[in-house]
Structure formats: C-alpha cells, structure tokens
T-cell receptor, first 113, second 113 residues
Framework: AQTVTQSQPEMSVQEAETVTLSCTYDTSENNYYLFWYKQPPSRQMILVIRQEAYKQQNATENRFSVNFQKAAKSFSLKISDSQLGDTAMYFCAFMNTGNQFYFGTGTSLTVIP | ETGVTQSPTHLIKTRGQQVTLRCSSQSGHNTVSWYQQALGQGPQFIFQ???????GRGNFPPRFSGLQFPNYSSELNVNALELDDSALYLC????????????FGPGTRLTVL
C-alpha cells in the first residue's frame, strides 16, 4: 500500500521569503508520479507541480520547485518569493501505475505580510 | 474547455438515508475519481472509473458505489448514511494517457445529522 506523510501540519513564512514543505512516501513501485496540490480556503484544489519518478531532474514551475530524492522517498516543495496568495493548504500526492491517487494530511501554510 | 463541475454544492441528510452526488468531468477526460475529505484531513480515495467501469477502489465499504456514463460524467451513491460520512466529496477527472494530472471539482459538502 502507498502512504504519503506530511510531518508539518502548519507553517508560516514572511512575504517574499522562501519556505520548504516536506513530504515522504512509501511505495514498492518503481514508476509513479508525485504532485503538490494547493487548496485555498473554501476553494477548489489546484495542481501546483508534478514530478515523474523516472526523471532525475527536479520539476520547476515559476516560484515553485521540488527536491525529489527517489532513494529516500522524499518530495519536498520549495516556494520562493512567497506571496499572500500562497496562503493555503498544501497536499502532497502520490499516483501509482493504476492512476490512483494517495494524499498526505496536508500542511497549512500562512504567508505573513 | 469546461472544468470539472459537481452538484449539489451542499447537502444535508439524516442518518440511514441515501444520497447521490454528481460530477461532470472536464472535456475530453475519460477517467473520474472520487475522494472523501473529512474536515482538516487530506482527500481519501474512494474509487475510480475508467470508460464506465470501476478501475480501483480504496478502503470504503460497499455502501459507497458509483457509476460512470458514456459521456464520462459520474455519480457517487452512498447508502445507509452514517454520521461519519459527513465530509467534502471531491470528484477529479483525468486522462489515463497523457500528463496524468487530476483536475478537481469544487466538491459537495455533505452533512449527515
């Protein structure tokens, strides 16, 4: 069974600073996908960034980047130049070869002006 | 292209009743997944439908059932509602082939009294 662990229930960061959210996962599969999703308060969940396990290069999307360590089964999200609109719940998710998703319990991020 | 839509937005039921939630997938997507998100938790995978057939199921009892229609829209049915079924129910659509991203709907907030 796949499990996803987010050990930081809450985090805060000053506006314009950098923050890193942690995620570890457990799987016996070799090919899979990892995602970070953002869920603003009372709003729809949206994709932040995705990473294919077979790619060694870390994914980057503008201010968002990941540190993917396959051997350690670690997948952290770095947010640079934090903005007030980044305040949200962030979920790490694992997708297996059966296209089924498993989510962590989330990290609530607050960006402080 | 239209996004994922869900209906109704909110629903209140009493214990023992049955409920049907509906989801229209994003245009061109052939796979729909359903999730239960309890307050303050990450989404839990209920099941997935691909081309009208169940394509994987999470750890939910048989009273949680679903359908996918030829136009790839989907229903989630829950029988014999229990208080613990109170949650946000999320639908997500995706393509089996391609970028494997899941696009989420806004959810249906179910309250069981």
């Amino acid at each position: 069974a796949q499990t996803v662990t987010q050990s930081q229930p809450e985090m805060s960061v000053q506006e314009a600073e950098t923050v890193t959210l942690s995620c570890t996962y457990d799987t016996s599969e070799n090919n899979y996908y990892l995602f970070w999703y953002k869920q603003p308060p009372s709003r729809q969940m949206i994709l932040v960034i995705r990473q294919e396990a077979y790619k060694q290069q870390n994914a980057t999307e503008n201010r968002f980047s990941v540190n993917f360590q396959k051997a350690a089964k670690s997948f952290s999200l770095k947010i640079s130049d934090s903005q007030l609109g980044d305040t949200a719940m962030y979920f790490c998710a694992f997708m297996n070869t059966g296209n089924q998703f498993y989510f962590g319990t989330g990290t609530s991020l607050t960006v402080i002006p | 292209e239209t996004g994922v839509t869900q209906s109704p937005t909110h629903l209140i039921k009493t214990r023992g009743q049955q409920v049907t939630l509906r989801c229209s997938s994003q245009s061109g997507h052939n796979t729909v997944s359903w999730y239960q998100q309890a307050l303050g938790q990450g989404p839990q995978f209920i099941f997935q439908y691909y081309r009208e057939e169940e394509n994987g199921r999470g750890n939910f009892p048989p009273r949680f059932s679903g359908l996918q229609f030829p136009n790839y829209s989907s229903e989630l049915n829950v029988n014999a509602l229990e208080l613990d079924d109170s949650a946000l129910y999320l639908c997500a659509s995706s393509l089996v082939r391609g970028r494997n991203e899941q696009f989420f709907g806004p959810g249906t907030r179910l309250t069981v009294l």
